[in-house]
């Protein structure tokens, strides 16, 4: 019988490229969500049976403890950019992670993969950033021998950095930027799903890897490469931090009076968040020591990209028609 693997949110963005990859590898998948009915997708990604989405909660005991239980490896990609509620940083970040690596060293679960986030730090500027180092403490004193993955931005056709703005860019002629000179290192999220599947499947070497792709560029610089590829002109605003905080804190209290149901474009957490390069440090394993050459960014922006542009599907034909001579 194939081998068993839980993905706690498998899935989420990442999670059901984890859980393609362990798939292919011929693994039993068990997809540990908090709504199984809305993660039926994931059954296509295996031959009959294989895939299977189960009800799980990584702030409940026992949900958790069932969905573990048999399971050879578990993968946890669970994250949150909720300050407060139920599913705050405290509750996911911290909280999770302990209950996740506590219960699978109960259930005897071998080989534990935790995808954290570059820049995690307990002396970081966000909440984001110490909550996230506090989860990785709380994994490795329960599995000292687990994979943690540190990915920085992800990037893919799901994502919700490049699509967001993207879509801003359709709507509006401004693109307001906090932290315009931040760098950062976008990887492809199916390279950070190779490297939790190796950590997975036992074929990585226990540790701590920050994830980046082959290319740095300040925030400027991606929005500048977003828009090339949706065919469009925008003034790019850069806008300072404090300024960025202000708008980060009103926008706070306006999601604390409204429960929750007012949108906040930006916290003030990610503000504090940007005020930090997202890049990987100098020397720290990374997807070169797992054997993955990263992919670089144009040869998968413009695969979900086309939809912003003007003429959507159409422009490369427009295109080549404009280059027809009669």
């Known amino acids: 019988m194939s081998q068993l693997v839980t993905v706690v949110g498998g899935?989420?963005?990442?999670?059901?490229?984890?859980?393609?990859?362990?798939?292919?590898?011929?693994?039993?998948?068990?997809?540990?969500?908090?709504?199984?009915?809305?993660?039926?997708?994931?059954?296509?990604?295996?031959?009959?049976?294989q895939v299977v989405p189960v009800a799980a909660n990584l702030r409940d005991d026992d949900s958790l403890r069932a969905a573990l239980r048999g399971a050879e490896a578990a993968v946890n990609c669970?994250?949150?950019?909720?300050?407060?509620?139920?599913?705050?940083?405290?509750?996911?970040?911290?909280?999770?992670?302990?209950?996740?690596?506590?219960?699978?060293?109960e259930e005897g679960v071998a080989r534990v993969v935790h995808v954290s986030a570059l820049?995690?730090?307990?002396?970081?500027?966000?909440?984001?950033?110490?909550?996230?180092?506090?989860?990785?403490?709380?994994?490795?004193?329960?599995?000292p021998e687990a994979v943690i993955l540190r990915p920085s931005v992800l990037f893919g056709p799901e994502d919700s950095f490049f699509n967001r703005f993207a879509a801003m860019a359709v709507?509006?002629?401004?693109?307001?930027?906090?932290?315009?000179?931040?760098?950062?290192?976008?990887?492809?999220?199916?390279?950070?799903?190779?490297?939790?599947?190796?950590?997975?499947?036992?074929?990585?070497?226990?540790?701590?890897?920050?994830l980046g792709g082959p290319e740095v560029e300040t925030f400027r610089a991606l929005m500048e490469r977003m828009l090339r590829h949706i065919r469009r002109r925008r003034l790019i605003l850069g806008l300072p931090f404090w300024l960025g905080g202000a708008m980060g804190s009103a926008f706070d209290l306006l999601g604390l009076?409204?429960?929750?149901?007012?949108?906040?474009?930006?916290?003030?957490?990610?503000?504090?968040?940007?005020r930090s390069d997202n890049v990987v440090p100098e020397g720290a394993p990374g997807l070169a020591d797992l054997g993955i050459a990263p992919v670089a960014m144009d040869s998968i922006l413009p695969d979900y990209l086309w939809r912003f542009r003007p003429s959507g599907q159409y422009a490369e034909i427009k295109d080549s028609a404009r280059n027809l001579r009669i």
């Open 78 to 105: 669970v994250g949150t950019f909720d300050r407060r509620g139920r599913n705050s940083f405290a509750a996911i970040h911290v909280a999770g992670a302990e209950r996740f690596a506590r219960l699978c060293r």
């Open 171 to 210: 709507r509006s002629p401004v693109l307001p930027l906090v932290g315009a000179g931040t760098r950062f290192q976008p990887v492809y999220v199916d390279d950070a799903a190779a490297a939790a599947a190796m950590g997975a499947m036992g074929r990585a070497a226990p540790g701590i890897y920050s």
């Open 119 to 143: 820049g995690a730090d307990p002396a970081g500027r966000s909440e984001y950033a110490r909550t996230k180092a506090a989860g990785e403490a709380a994994i490795l004193r329960h599995m």
């Open 257 to 274: 009076i409204s429960g929750g149901l007012a949108p906040s474009p930006i916290t003030r957490d990610q503000v504090d968040s940007l």
């Open 11 to 49: 899935s989420g963005f990442l999670g059901r490229y984890i859980v393609r990859r362990l798939a292919r590898e011929g693994w039993r998948v068990r997809v540990a969500v908090r709504r199984p009915d809305e993660a039926l997708f994931v059954r296509s990604y295996g031959h009959v049976g």
